[in-house]
Structure formats: structure tokens, C-alpha cells
């Protein structure tokens, strides 16, 4: 009889490992899945930074040129 409850204790502890096994590979699915939507959406941002950038860098020279202009009237 003890036997058939070591064989018990150990059947339940097998399903619990399987069960966490499960588990985790659920969530690494998950993550994974995740991380790619992740990377994605840093890409997008990455691209608008440097869109931004540009337009930023494109500003300063309108605004340089502006100055410019001004300082040749003003002499």
C-alpha cells in the first residue's frame, strides 16, 4: 500500500511538472509573439524619429537662411 501512494505522489508530481512545462511554454509563445509586435512598433518610431529629424535639420537651414537675409538688409 505504501508503495502504491509513493507511485501516487510521484504520478502527481509528474503532472505538475507537465502542467508548469505547459505553462511556460505558453508564455514564451506569448512573449515571443510580443517581442516581434515590440520590434515592430520601434521600427515605426525609429522611422518617424529620423523623418522628424530631417524636418528638424531642414527647419534650421530655412531658419539660417531667414537670418541671413536679414542680417544682409540690416547691412
Known amino acids: 500500500m505504501q508503495e502504491q501512494t509513493v507511485l501516487e505522489r510521484l504520478d502527481e508530481k509528474i ?7 505547459e505553462r511556460l511554454q505558453n508564455e514564451n509563445e506569448l512573449m ?3 517581442l516581434i509586435t ?6 515605426i518610431k525609429d522611422s518617424e524619429i529620423e523623418k522628424l529629424l ?10 539660417e537662411e531667414i537670418v541671413n537675409k ?6
Not at 515590440?38 to 521600427?43: G, I, S, V, W
Request: hydrophobic share 25%.
Open 38 to 43: 515590440l520590434k515592430a512598433e520601434r521600427e
Open 32 to 34: 515571443q509573439s510580443e
Open 54 to 63: 530631417e524636418e528638424n535639420n531642414q527647419k534650421d537651414k530655412e531658419i
Open 15 to 21: 503532472s505538475q511538472i507537465l502542467q508548469k512545462c
Open 70 to 75: 536679414i542680417e544682409t538688409i540690416l547691412g
